[in-house]
């Protein structure tokens, strides 16, 4: 075997230990979730913090980053082997990336961060509860100073805002997403008038009353139909539905269900199932390696939307899954296909980002990004969050919020102290819809199979056109090779606007 | 604080990061035997033998070391501070103990016995399967050779099945053992059969078709009534039963149902929430000391035996319960309370150990201590043990297994490597018994209280007599110090007589 092969092996192998390591902290995680006894809960804070602990010696270890510095200069990034090929050379600067991320911030700003978030998420709860954005500012002050600070140690070209945004769209900017989202803000606006001007949509008979366990066998049956594979992943219930995935034979999901919204199961099991599906369909061999990578965020939202919104709100899915529906829930056989289909579609402005439909719900994310941006600019005063938050809701949404519960305090990420992560919802959306179009041009009669109850082209499609590239491209990059157009917000725009002047018919 | 102090707290926390991590690992292990989707074993597998291997680093770190050091003579053993007081002298033995336990295999032999046991058990399903003795012996021919091998590298004074019989039992030894298990012996042949030459009790109705949700029901109460507390612990199904716990706030168990068997549901949680209620019952702040630990297995056996022989066996538990089991299963509404009672306590020789009733149970634990004594001293060859094992079984039991399947090839145990710990089953059953002889003398009108579904008293007695020493203490130490008696089979003897000369009238 050449040198370069086999230090690259060598390489790979480290590095797929501490990829393990952090497999048991996804576990521990999915358990504290679902099954942990309530009082375990302070040891299991112990538990991770000692594996975090771990996980992060591990990525920069001595004989981790001997063997990385074999094969790419750390320092200028510039690969000193050849022979290697593409994707393996962009997995050692995606290495390198990381490695130098893990290094930027020193152990004690790291424990201040956790130990000021840790506290701050439990201000942020009470704060919200009471309705006191005035209560969770001071702890908000301090989680955006210390944001500035954490762009200023990892450094970066243009915006310090580039750099928190790194941690979950790698290589995204500012400078790239601002015109994007501000084209896809006046489209939304302009769609929502549009929608407005029209008769409402009846979806009364989606709330009432509905069995939990045939709500279960139901989104069994789509799982089942999406071939989301239980010999190596599982549902089970939580309180926040989330997806986790240890390693690809490892990829449970939870959901949850709302015995009065007949929709809410049907959705997030798509949702998490979709972002299962992706990390099932990495490439096992490149596990440990970035080759064997989920891209980024928003490549990750963009199939759980992918599944939750393109094919679990379409037309054809429901012509194969309502007739089931209509067996399971009797109530249903009163309502047409088309009723049915336009009523899990009905667009109307609310206050709340997580209920918010289709249409709506990128306005929420576009004005989260610009709030936040400005906030680590310095643009914006915290104090002045709450009034900036209605302004810029009744501008894009039209509602003025009536208590900052219901506005500014209703999402946990500032309180965590993640900042740069709301962008990464609209992406996946974006990201989606250009993966889509392509897709359609692949399968022009997609619409025909799904009816007939196919899913699983759907699936492979997806793997073999972006699973299987794990993180060798940048989100960007791979939305551009996938669709063979640069990266904007058209495909977006051109779907919502198809898909709603059907039913609404403007 | 004095100095001393100080560094015995320093070496706690050290102590309690790696009591952290091998939580973690018991977790791994639990939810491999519930939850986890098939096809993650083989990562699962991986994870598992990184966590051995940290556990394993914790244990022989220089901190750790450095800091028992400070404390202990780790050569000689003695201690080197004063003024800490009996319990954490006593710690300070258990840590030097374990340390040079730890050290004292190399990790090639470390490694190459993991790797011969993986295989074997392998191997031994087969075996078992097609009934062969001769398909296993090579591998148990190995096996034996590593166990003599790796009681000379850990040392001991007398016996080398000493050295094996340590890892599961500290400090007790084969000289002490053999004569309790002789006289033991001669006791139960003797009883078995008195009570042969009596008519045979009729318990047919016990097997027959129990709801399995039912059936579940019921164990919850029992749960409840034990005061297993649900906030820090689980019950969940398995296919081997078994208790798991990470540490005393989360201290889980599992069972199985045979909708075929009444009893068996029963005696499985009673049994695995008696080991459950044990390690709940350890000290929360000694968590990481050996003063937080259980005592050894055998103690940790006199506990769940405790619960499903000496309690779940008893008269005035089914005067409680057997009301509460006639309202959920109609059929028994036809049976006496004594009539049942007396059907949970059928004594009849049978060639499986693990379906054994009380009195023929530990004739096939002492079958087994008798055979891997001469296998270890090597005065028995392999080739003969099938001969060996049906000859003793005649001898005790009057019965001659048929195939080595329900004979000497029926337990897992001698494949996975583990000599030295059959023992324990029996120890156990002779701590509880005269932990009990102790009990009654505290509680002599404890029939009456059980009889009116009281329970949660003799857990208390149990944690202020056992749990509260943690480790401080040998298993015979503190069965010595319980009962103020020197350690023999004499309690239980006594018991197993009274009881059942009251149920088959001899």
Redesign the interface.
């Known amino acids: 075997m050449p040198e370069a092969t086999n230090n690259y092996k060598k390489l790979h192998e480290i590095s797929r230990?501490t990829r393990?390591?952090e497999?048991?902290d996804s576990?521990?995680h999915w358990?504290q979730e679902t099954?942990?006894?309530?009082?375990?809960a302070?040891?299991?804070a112990?538990?991770q913090k000692?594996?975090a602990g771990?996980v992060h010696k591990g990525r920069i270890a001595k004989p981790f980053v001997n063997a990385l510095a074999k094969l790419i200069d750390i320092k200028t990034g510039k690969v000193l082997v050849k022979g290697l090929g593409s994707a393996k050379n962009a997995a050692l600067k995606v290495w390198r990336r990381e490695y130098l991320k893990e290094t930027a911030l020193p152990t004690q700003f790291v424990e201040d961060f956790a130990k000021l978030t840790s506290q701050s998420v439990l201000v942020w709860r009470s704060a919200r509860q009471e309705n006191s954005f005035r209560r969770f500012a001071p702890y908000l002050e301090k989680i955006i100073q210390m944001n500035r600070k954490k762009a200023d140690l990892l450094g970066y070209k243009e915006h310090p805002y580039d750099a928190l945004l790194d941690a979950y769209e790698p290589e995204m900017t500012t400078k790239r997403i601002t015109p994007i989202f501000s084209d896809l803000k006046q489209f939304l606006v302009g769609l929502i008038k549009k929608i407005q001007q029209k008769t409402q949509i009846d979806d009364h008979f989606l709330f009432g009353k509905f069995s939990e366990s045939k709500q279960m066998a139901f989104s069994q049956k789509i799982l089942k139909g999406m071939h989301y594979?239980?010999?190596?992943?599982?549902l089970?219930f939580s309180i926040h539905p989330f997806s986790s995935a240890?390693?690809p034979?490892?990829s449970?999901i939870t959901t949850r269900i709302h015995p009065s919204s007949l929709l809410s199961n049907v959705r997030s099991v798509m949702h998490e199932a979709g972002h299962g599906l992706y990390e099932m369909g990495l490439p096992i061999n490149e596990?440990g390696s970035p080759l064997g990578e989920h891209a980024s965020l928003g490549i990750h939202e963009s199939q759980s939307r992918w599944w939750e919104t393109r094919i679990g709100q379409s037309l054809p899915f429901w012509e194969h899954y309502f007739p089931i529906l209509q067996k399971e829930f009797k109530e249903f056989q009163k309502v047409s296909l088309k009723e049915f289909y336009k009523a899990s579609n009905k667009v109307e402005p609310t206050f709340i980002r997580v209920e918010a439909d289709e249409v709506t719900y990128n306005l929420h994310v576009i004005l989260r990004f610009e709030i936040e941006k400005a906030l680590i600019e310095g643009s914006l005063p915290i104090k002045e969050i709450p009034e900036a938050w209605n302004a810029k809701f009744k501008e894009l949404l039209g509602l003025v919020p009536s208590t900052d519960a219901e506005g500014c305090l209703q999402d946990i990420h500032w309180s965590l102290g993640s900042f740069g992560y709301f962008p990464t919802y609209t992406l996946g959306n974006l990201y989606a819809a250009q993966f889509f179009a392509t897709f359609e041009q692949a399968f022009p009669k997609w619409e025909k199979s799904v009816a007939e109850g196919e899913l699983e082209f759907i699936k492979e499609w997806l793997e073999k056109s972006i699973f299987q590239f794990g993180r060798q491209y940048s989100s960007f990059e791979l939305v551009e090779k996938v669709s063979d157009a640069p990266f904007s917000s058209k495909s977006f725009c051109h779907y919502l606007e198809t898909k709603y002047k059907d039913i609404y018919r403007f």
């Open positions: 230990q393990i390591l497999g048991i576990l521990l358990d099954y942990m006894p309530e009082d375990a302070a040891i299991r112990e538990q000692i594996m771990l594979d239980m010999r190596r992943g599982r089970d240890a390693h034979t490892d449970r596990y």
